[in-house]
């Protein structure tokens, strides 16, 4: 993918993963902790007992990790998919005589495109992220 696309991409990928956890991992991650501790603080439990009960405090946060790692394999996989898009029809015409700066300048416009796209993706993907982890963490 073309460097500066890339980057712009990249950058609001991040922005979007810093506010999810700023605003929703990290308050999931706090409630596992305290949960966890009080799990330890029942003295008549036995050991696998306490084991259950830290898994079950655990497996919120879990599920909210899980979800955020798919939705962006799935946002990265559509954009690479897009970019191949682009570089086969790059080829294609290659194949066809077309001159070579030609044909990086159909690419570089096609892989624009790809990313302008999907930036356009990124805030509709933060609300439904943020929606489920909410959902999640009730």
Not at 6 to 25: G, H, Y
Not at 36 to 52: K, L, N, P, R
């Amino acid at each position: 993918m073309a460097e500066l696309p890339q980057v712009r991409v990249q950058e609001a990928v991040d922005s979007m993963v810093k506010s999810l956890e700023r605003e929703n991992i990290r308050k999931m991650q706090g409630l596992m902790f305290r949960c966890s501790a009080s799990c330890c603080d029942d003295g008549q439990a036995s050991m696998q007992q306490v084991h259950q009960c830290i898994e079950r405090c655990h497996a919120p946060l879990a599920q909210a990790q899980a979800l955020v790692t798919n939705e962006l394999e799935k946002f990265q996989d559509r954009l690479a998919r897009c970019t191949m898009h682009c570089n086969d029809k790059a080829k294609d015409s290659i194949d066809a005589g077309s001159k070579e700066l030609q044909v990086k300048r159909q690419l570089d416009s096609c892989v624009t495109k790809c990313v302008d796209d999907h930036m356009h993706l990124i805030p509709t993907m933060t609300k439904k992220m943020k929606e489920s982890l909410v959902s999640i963490g009730k």
